[in-house]
């Protein structure tokens, strides 16, 4: 499954990121990378983009970012 | 690779967006900060100066980026100013609450070499989430200096500064961390030895060359390649190593090492925690965390404030709030302020020659000119005070952020981001902003493609300067329905901006390179008072930098387009005959009475300008205080005085006589300033135009108009009632005697042409500003004016052809403008595709 799977309350390992260029770095800098936990917290109101909790802090990624992020239960 | 003065030490600030890396950058600087551009990119690079054990130091506050990459301008430019400057210190500022993302930043800084000392930021707000960071054991682990601090409250600044200095003082230029990226290190270990002994790129350290090599980085693959020895060894040796990780471990070097560093990260985190590292050897799990993360204030209000029918009713409200006040607030103020600028302005007229009887010297048109052209602006420094006031709560906040998760869905349909919201509003969204902080605004937007996009449109919202000439049009032509007229320009503004920006998003801006949206959702914060009044004040100075040169050049052009040629010398004959049969008149009815040879022909302007002056001394005065006016008057200047205030029979006749020239005299400037207007090149350009703006239903006269309006959209209401020779309160009766073929539909056209005409001069220079291109600026005049004239033609041609009322004609646009809008937000834009940029690379 993927980031864009998740929802409501779900907590995830990031088991692999699908992308590289500027998409790939940016979701690894900003901690999406390999053996992260992400928790879901919402969607936005129109269901896109979707906020995520990584350790103590929380950002945000759109939908076809987040498709890239393939994680598991 | 600018050299600042040799002897001062500078020091930069880096760090991650929202560790409150400017509020730290104004403790130390204060009010010494000074703005420039990093060189070839509209990055704006901070920098101050303080004063430390006596000794100057500089500071620059590089922006705040996540990381080092050659991904985005940013950090491009943070990264180039560390390695080529060579600062002698970097401030690394990390926010304590959110440590386990920061120390990713502070790793890669290490990396890159130079002296670095850690500011453990929000050090209260990590104590308020149960974190207690160590700073000891942290700066232990990581082998430099670590300094908590809460820069909100000044507390630990001095620490900060005292560790600095020493530093400095030890005049080291490096730091002894290395990170070791387990497996990989013999990898990168044997590419950095083959780059130091080739003596390749001996600025940068090897070990961060290597690891650049490895994550793909196309800045530093560039210079590789450039030297074409350097490029033949190392090149291929990259290859065969990556495929050497590859094979070994089946992942990218890539991946590899931000996994390596995000996990040296969080054991950091943890150590300095207080925990030891074999409890959470390799896993990032912070279930298995001591620290259980507790929901905090943040999470609280983030439940409210981007809930899925909340989060756009309380967005929609703070907007509101937020708009309202500006709008209002800043117009009373500016009201206020504004006797201050009419003080300036008289202080400057008055030292310039006085007028004449009918022809002004030109020194004293063009002074008055000029003085006007600048306080016409200046008026609106109040509005931009609170506007950027308004934007820096936002920011500070943290709220800013939460509007771009809301609405992103939106905009992006139409080629924007959700950080479009804001420079829209700012440029008036509804009725009443200004596209000049709009403009500047969209340097929030991390996105290229979007950020040109809302450039081009925020120029076509409802700033405050077009809001007159609706009024008066609205006024005179749509009475009945005004209030859904108004809401017809204040919303269909938007819609035409909306498809607009769908459309060169489809078309010239396709080819630019898409940035990903992801986005830090930071803690909320209470905005100091001190920091908010800080960046406004240093905005509106900016902004006063960067137009006053502006304002200055292009009125004095416009004056000159407008002043000359001069009258024929027919004409020039004529109005000087006049003049002296007034004058000639005048003095026979003086030479009647004892005055004679007191008074002559040079005093009649002055006996003019003394009865207006005097009037405006009695202005809001009662009788009496009137009474003691003129007494003063008298025995100050008896002989004018006697005259204007009828002492005397004969300053009685006198009077009569100077009535009837001053009701003549005005008749004649008036006719003469007319004459001269319709001549010059300006009204010439108007006419010239004519026959293309015939579709739109202008005349000359209102091409004029929209003509002055160029220098600056207030003109256009001012000009008009130049041009039908009235003041401001009549322009609406005179407008309608005077172009009695004028119709609704006629206002309709204008209106609308008004709304997507060109920004103004202004907003055009801060367009080139921010896309750092004339090119773009040349683009929104012309496009604006394109679009303006043919939407005014399409509605005016049309809406004639088909007999339709203004009313008729303006809903049946509304709705088509709202059909294509419709149907043009279904129009997939390519999704950016990011694995072949990662092909390129």
């Given amino acids: 499954m993927t980031l864009n799977d998740m929802a409501n309350t779900d907590v995830c390992k990031v088991v692999n990121v699908n992308i590289g260029g500027s998409l790939g770095q940016r979701l690894s800098d900003l901690g999406l990378c390999p053996g992260t936990d992400i928790h879901f917290i919402r969607s936005a109101p129109f269901s896109d983009p979707i906020h995520v909790r990584i350790g103590y802090y929380h950002i945000a990624l759109r939908r076809s970012e987040a498709k890239y992020v393939e994680v598991e239960k | 690779m600018s050299n600042i003065v040799q002897k001062t030490p500078v020091v930069a600030l880096a760090g991650q967006p929202n560790c409150g890396k400017s509020t730290i950058f104004n403790l130390l600087t204060g009010a010494r900060q000074f703005v420039a551009n990093y060189p070839g990119v509209t990055v704006d690079k901070m920098y101050g100066s303080c004063t430390i054990e006596n000794q100057k130091v500089s500071i620059v506050d590089l922006p705040g980026t996540y990381a080092f990459t050659s991904y985005s301008k940013e950090e491009m430019a943070a990264r180039e100013f560390i390695l080529n400057d060579s600062p002698d210190l970097i401030v690394a500022v990390v926010d304590a609450s959110t440590l386990d993302k920061g120390l990713y930043f502070v790793l890669q800084l290490l990396e890159m070499g130079k002296p670095v000392v850690v500011a453990l930021n929000m050090i209260d707000v990590a104590h308020r989430r149960g974190l207690y960071p160590d700073a000891m054991r942290l700066s232990e682990a990581l082998n430099v200096p670590v300094v908590p601090l809460q820069a909100t409250k000044k507390n630990g600044s001095k620490d900060l500064l005292e560790i600095v200095g020493k530093v400095i003082a030890k005049n080291t230029n490096s730091n002894s961390y290395q990170m070791d990226y387990n497996e990989l290190t013999p990898f990168i270990e044997k590419l950095a030895q083959t780059i130091e002994r080739g003596g390749f790129l001996s600025t940068h350290p090897p070990y961060w060359i290597a690891l650049k090599l490895f994550e793909d980085d196309s800045a530093v693959l560039e210079l590789i390649q450039k030297n074409s020895?350097?490029?033949?060894?190392?090149?291929?040796?990259?290859?065969?190593?990556?495929?050497?990780?590859?094979?070994?471990?089946?992942?990218?070097?890539?991946?590899?090492?931000?996994?390596?560093?995000?996990?040296?990260?969080?054991?950091?985190?943890?150590?300095?925690?207080?925990?030891?590292?074999?409890?959470?050897?390799?896993?990032?799990?912070?279930?298995s965390d001591k620290h259980i993360y507790t929901p905090s204030l943040t999470d609280r209000i983030d439940s409210v404030l981007c809930h899925r029918i909340l989060g756009p009713i309380c967005l929609f409200a703070i907007l509101f709030v937020f708009y309202q006040v500006s709008v209002t607030l800043?117009?009373?103020?500016?009201?206020?302020?504004?006797?201050?600028?009419?003080?300036?302005?008289?202080?400057?007229?008055?030292?310039?020659?006085?007028?004449?009887?009918?022809?002004?010297?030109?020194?004293?048109?063009?002074?008055?000119?000029?003085?006007?052209?600048?306080?016409?602006?200046?008026?609106?420094?109040?509005?931009?005070?609170?506007?950027?006031?308004?934007?820096?709560?936002?920011?500070?906040?943290?709220?800013?952020?939460?509007?771009?998760?809301?609405?992103?869905?939106?905009?992006?349909?139409?080629?924007?981001?959700?950080?479009?919201?804001?420079?829209?509003?700012?440029?008036?969204?509804?009725?009443?902003?200004?596209?000049?902080?709009?403009?500047?605004?969209?340097?929030?937007?991390?996105?290229?493609?979007?950020?040109?996009?809302?450039?081009?449109?925020?120029?076509?919202?409802?700033?405050?300067?077009?809001?007159?000439?609706?009024?008066?049009?609205?006024?005179?032509?749509?009475?009945?329905?005004?209030?859904?007229?108004?809401?017809?320009?204040?919303?269909?503004?938007?819609?035409?901006?909306?498809?607009?920006?769908?459309?060169?998003?489809?078309?010239?801006?396709?080819?630019?390179?898409?940035?990903?949206?992801?986005?830090?959702?930071?803690?909320?914060?209470?905005?100091?008072?001190?920091?908010?009044?800080?960046?406004?004040?240093?905005?509106?100075?900016?902004?006063?930098?960067?137009?006053?040169?502006?304002?200055?050049?292009?009125?004095?052009?416009?004056?000159?387009?407008?002043?000359?040629?001069?009258?024929?010398?027919?004409?020039?004959?004529?109005?000087?005959?006049?003049?002296?049969?007034?004058?000639?008149g005048f003095l026979k009815a003086v030479d009647k009475t004892d005055y004679a040879g007191q008074i002559t022909q040079k005093d009649i302007v002055p006996l003019l300008i003394y009865q207006s002056e005097l009037r405006a001394m009695k202005m809001g005065k009662n009788k009496d205080q009137a009474a003691t006016i003129n007494d003063e008057e008298l025995k100050a200047n008896p002989l004018y005085a006697s005259i204007i205030l009828r002492k005397t029979p004969a300053g009685k006749s006198i009077f009569g006589a100077l009535r009837k020239v001053d009701s003549k005299r005005k008749g004649l400037r008036r006719n003469y300033s007319t004459e001269r207007f319709e001549g010059s090149y300006l009204g010439r350009a108007g006419k010239a135009i004519e026959p293309i703006t015939a579709g739109a239903g202008f005349t000359w006269r209102i091409n004029v108009a929209l003509l002055s309006a160029l220098a600056a959209k207030e003109n256009s209401a001012a000009t008009l009632g130049a041009l039908y020779g009235i003041d401001g309160a009549t322009t609406a009766e005179s407008f309608k005697e005077q172009e009695s073929s004028f119709t609704p539909l006629h206002a309709l056209a204008l209106m609308l042409f008004m709304a997507f005409y060109p920004p103004c001069l202004a907003t055009a220079m801060m367009v080139r500003a921010q896309t750092a291109s004339t090119k773009w600026m040349l683009f929104a005049i012309l496009f604006q004016i394109t679009l303006g004239l043919g939407i005014a033609t399409l509605v005016f041609s049309l809406g004639t052809m088909l007999g339709f009322t203004g009313v008729e004609a303006m809903w049946t646009f509304y709705g088509f403008c709202f059909l294509i809008m419709l149907i043009i937000g279904f129009i997939p834009i390519k999704a950016p595709d990011y694995s072949l940029q990662a092909l390129k690379t």
């Fill in chain 2, 229 to 287: 020895e350097m490029a033949k060894e190392i090149i291929p040796l990259i290859q065969t190593l990556k495929e050497e990780i590859s094979e070994k471990f089946s992942k990218t070097a890539l991946a590899m090492l931000t996994f390596e560093r995000h996990t040296k990260a969080r054991t950091l985190f943890k150590a300095s925690l207080g925990e030891s590292k074999e409890d959470s050897s390799d896993s990032a799990d912070d279930s």
């Fill in chain 2, 330 to 584: 800043g117009n009373d103020l500016a009201a206020r302020v504004w006797p201050l600028w009419a003080s300036v302005e008289t202080f400057f007229i008055s030292k310039l020659p006085i007028e004449g009887f009918i022809v002004d010297p030109i020194i004293t048109f063009f002074g008055n000119w000029l003085v006007k052209s600048l306080t016409a602006i200046m008026n609106y420094l109040p509005i931009f005070f609170l506007m950027f006031g308004f934007v820096a709560i936002l920011e500070d906040s943290g709220y800013l952020a939460r509007i771009a998760f809301v609405l992103d869905k939106i905009f992006n349909i139409f080629g924007l981001h959700g950080q479009s919201t804001l420079p829209l509003i700012i440029g008036g969204i509804y009725v009443g902003g200004c596209a000049i902080p709009g403009v500047v605004a969209t340097r929030a937007i991390p996105d290229e493609r979007a950020r040109f996009a809302t450039i081009m449109i925020v120029p076509m919202m409802n700033c405050l300067a077009k809001v007159p000439l609706y009024l008066l049009l609205i006024g005179v032509f749509f009475a009945n329905e005004a209030g859904s007229s108004m809401f017809f320009m204040g919303t269909i503004t938007l819609i035409v901006g909306l498809i607009v920006a769908k459309v060169l998003s489809l078309t010239i801006l396709r080819s630019y390179p898409p940035s990903p949206f992801i986005i830090e959702l930071p803690s909320y914060h209470m905005p100091t008072f001190r920091n908010v009044i800080n960046e406004s004040f240093r905005r509106v100075a900016i902004f006063i930098k960067k137009i006053f040169t502006v304002v200055l050049t292009v009125s004095s052009v416009v004056f000159l387009l407008i002043y000359f040629p001069n009258l024929s010398e027919e004409r020039t004959q004529y109005f000087a005959n006049e003049q002296t049969k007034l004058e000639t």
